[in-house]
């Protein structure tokens, strides 16, 4: 406001009461950028952090108060419950060391939200502790925990959706841009720890995540978001851990998750199981996956079913992504990619979708230890095939014990099916079964049994254009079984064993050659 308006403003003061005048000067200064970022104290707000006072109004009015501003919202030491929280543009939570923000144990603390946004699990995920719609600039930080008294919300039904109703999320974002979750603490959700869905802009950085509460406890879900980073994570799941979802016609995309330790009794890195929209540009790098400390199980393996689980079910796409350096320890399937086709409407006015698309994937430098008799696997269906698929320096240590008779046992197509590392039962192969797949390389694969193992190494099945270099692979039948395959290019260790013993094929696999060191 310059001097002239400030003077025509007083001329015709008649007009303008005091506080409107104020209410005028505080909007052309926010308007103009005057106004500093401010830091609220959530017991100036009447906020008590005994564990006992229900604070929910009072954190929500310096939420309120700092989203005009701009600023930190500031969580001292203590325990403050709360039921829900919508938090707002520019505002940060910080909660400092030894501030817990503790959910309410029971539903009616949270009311029913609107994402704005169509997906599959709107009908009954509409809950969360924290919850943040069509925002920006918003972060939570800090040395504290949000504990979300996940134990407390138990389901009385096995029914879907019943069993999901009324379970909320610890953290919702729903169409933001600009988020950043750092360094703190998330535990004992009642559902999905957090859910990020259609964001644009999105850090997780530094924070530790315990969810062993109740049931569908994943560590995190990326849901059609763009633009992501995922770092420093230490994280221990009941179900699924760092998960990229595609619940709507949104694609996941551009996004790096690196240096993590992650532990799921499920899958701990995973793609799916809904893959609507798809995956996209996706870089996963320096991970360790080890067995959870919490031995008890609610879904799954105490040492996890799958370390890395890839999977297209529901159509969609799947390209372009790569993972390397990841160390694996007990999980059951160290790697499953699976394309099936479940076809799952994400609403019910939707069309059912086409088979999906997976393709131009590469996986390198894994070690695994302690996987068990299963078996990993790479599996198309019939009418789409897995593509451009490239496996490089893998070394995996297996239980071992398979037996002849596994080798001829038919494997179901099972197309419809959710997706599951275990999902075929014991494999024809103890190391990996290729199944309806197009353009495969397979390099410097190193596999072992820690007891005797009479299934091959690999069994190739409807499998065009691959090539298998540089294994290194010990047990008493063939190395690799091709069966109604086509084009592909086998090299070895030969560990004694003639071309014909080392590769076994049927009668319509063609064009199959193979050279021993």
């Known amino acids: 406001m310059n001097e002239s308006e400030w003077k025509s403003m007083c001329r015709f003061g008649k007009k303008y009461d005091v506080f409107g005048l104020a209410i005028l000067l505080a909007f052309q200064f926010l308007a103009n950028g005057n106004l500093k970022a401010q830091q609220y104290d959530i017991r100036h707000s009447g906020a008590v952090g005994d564990g006992i006072t229900d604070n929910t109004l009072f954190i929500q009015k310096a939420i309120d ?20 929280l919508n938090l707002k543009s520019n505002v940060t939570l910080h909660l400092s060391v030894n501030a817990v923000l503790l959910g309410q144990p029971a539903a009616k603390f949270y009311p029913y939200q609107d994402s704005g946004l169509r997906f599959y699990g709107e009908d009954w995920a509409k809950q969360a502790l924290i919850f943040c719609k069509n925002q920006k600039n918003v972060a939570i930080e800090g040395k504290g925990t949000i504990d979300g008294q996940g134990a407390a919300f138990v389901t009385t039904t096995l029914k879907k959706p019943d069993r999901y109703k009324n379970r909320p999320y610890l953290l919702w974002f729903a169409g933001c841009e600009n988020v950043s979750v750092t ?16 964001c644009k802009k999105v850090r997780i950085d530094g924070i530790s995540i315990w969810n062993h509460s109740n049931k569908n406890n994943d560590m995190m879900d990326i849901d059609g ?56 540009n996706i870089a996963i790098s320096n991970c360790v996956i080890k067995p959870s400390a919490q031995t008890t199980t609610i879904y799954g393996k105490p ?43 994400y609403i019910s006015t939707a069309e ?14 894994v070690v695994a230890t302690g996987a068990g008799i299963t078996g990993c696997s790479v599996s198309g269906i019939t009418r789409a095939a897995v593509e451009n698929v490239s496996l490089r320096n893998i070394r995996i240590e297996f239980a071992g014990g398979g037996v002849s008779s596994d080798i001829t046992r038919k494997i179901e197509e099972l197309e419809d099916l959710y997706p599951e590392g275990t999902m075929f039962g014991k494999l024809p192969a103890f190391g990996f079964f290729i199944r ?56 070895g260790k030969s560990s004694g064993k003639s071309a014909v013993n080392f590769l076994q094929k049927d009668a319509s696999s063609k064009n199959i050659k193979v050279r021993l060191d």
């Not at 790569?322 to 394309?339: H, K, M, Q």
């Not at 059912?352 to 430098?365: F, Q, T, V």
């Open 225 to 280: 978001c763009r633009y992501v980073t995922i770092s420093n994570i230490t994280g221990d799941s009941d179900d699924d851990g760092i998960t990229i979802k595609s619940t709507s016609p949104l694609v996941s995309e551009h996004i790096v998750i690196s240096n993590c330790i992650l532990s799921s009794h499920c899958s701990a890195i995973k793609f799916g199981t809904e893959s609507v929209g798809g995956f996209r």
């Open 352 to 365: 059912e979708p086409k088979p999906g698309i997976m393709r131009n994937i590469s996986i390198s430098d």
């Open 65 to 84: 108060s700092c989203t005009i501003t701009g600023g930190t919202v500031y969580i001292p030491q203590g325990t403050y419950l709360t039921g829900t």
């Open 183 to 198: 360094g703190v603490q998330l535990r004992n959700s009642a559902f999905w720890m957090q859910h990020y869905l259609g």
């Open 436 to 491: 309806h797949v197009k353009g495969l390389s397979l390099s410097g694969i190193s596999l072992s049994a820690l007891t005797p193992e009479l299934r091959p190494a690999f069994f190739m099945d409807d499998t065009r254009d691959f090539t298998i270099t540089d294994l290194d692979t010990r047990q008493s039948g063939p190395v690799v079984q091709v069966r109604t395959s086509a084009d592909g290019f086998v090299s």
């Open 303 to 345: 040492a996890g079913i799958s370390g890395l689980a890839m999977e297209v079910v529901d159509g969609g796409l799947m390209e372009h992504i790569t993972v390397s350096n990841l160390v694996i320890d007990g999980a059951e399937v160290p790697l499953f990619l699976r394309l099936g086709n479940r076809a799952r409407k």
